[in-house]
T-cell receptor, first 114, second 109 residues
Framework: KAGVTQTPRYLIKTRGQQVTLSCSPI?????VSWYQQTPGQGLQFLFE???????NKGNFPGRFSGRQFSNSRSEMNVSTLELGDSALYLC?????????????FGQGTRLTVV | TQLLEQSPQFLSIQEGENLTVYCNSS?????LQWYRQEPGEGPVLLVT?????EVKKLKRLTFQFGDARKDSSLHITAAQPGDTGLYLC?????????FGKGTMLLVSP
């Protein structure tokens, strides 16, 4: 079956702009999580959605937001981009929630802010 | 906040060598996961360890969960260039994963 698909793969934006990233989870998976990966901080949790509801949010400013649609596809939005937002943004989907759930990651969207 | 410390941060070895990477914390976990991330790809789950003292083997990779469930190790026997990648440990929460910063492994032919 198809894996987690993230679009676009690469993106270059200017400071102050906004950006929307998309994630299509594995068919049947209802939980979608987003992570930011940078060389200095590693992988950091942004937020998690399940059945269109945000269940958990990481320690990121309000410029970072997301949503999930009825077909489980998810988008995340970053407004008023800053240079420090340059990162690999990863989406993960899982069938179940909980400590034994297996997360499947997409290839990520590489965002560069100039 | 659960903090996972991974060591070493970077490891460069020759093909055929053995190595061990570590994931340590002061917190107790009900389980820990290990992922491998190759360049340009997302992390891929290798194993989940659940029981204190548990040892799991995946071909040449051996994973161990500490008796006190505060730490874990990954041992690779006879490393191959295909083992090159970023090895991440993660603590699953209800709807989140908390990751260590990873060990970057480079295996040269």
């Amino acid at each position: 079956k198809a894996g987690v698909t993230q679009t676009p793969r690469y993106l270059i934006k200017t400071r102050g702009q906004q950006v929307t990233l998309s994630c299509s989870p594995i068919s049947g998976h209802r939980s979608v999580s987003w992570y930011q990966q940078t060389p200095g901080q590693g992988l950091q949790f942004l937020f998690e959605y399940f059945s269109e509801t945000q269940r958990n949010k990481g320690n990121f400013p309000g410029r970072f937001s997301g949503r999930q649609f009825s077909n489980s596809r998810s988008e995340m939005n970053v407004s008023t981009l800053e240079l420090g937002d340059s990162a690999l943004y990863l989406c993960a989907s899982s069938f179940l929630a909980g400590q034994k759930a297996e997360a499947f990651f997409g290839q990520g969207t590489r965002l560069t802010v100039v | 906040t659960q903090l996972l410390e991974q060591s070493p941060q970077f490891l460069s070895i020759q093909e055929g060598e053995n190595l061990t990477v570590y994931c340590n914390s002061s917190s107790v976990f009900s389980s820990l996961q290990w992922y491998r991330q190759e360049p340009g790809e997302g992390p891929v789950l290798l194993v989940t360890v659940v029981t204190g003292g548990e040892v799991k083997k995946l071909k040449r990779l051996t994973f161990q969960f500490g008796d006190a469930r505060k730490d874990s190790s990954l041992h690779i026997t006879a490393a191959q260039p295909g083992d090159t990648g970023l090895y991440l440990c993660a603590a699953p929460g209800y709807s989140t994963l908390t990751f260590g910063k990873g060990t970057m492994l480079l295996v040269s032919p």
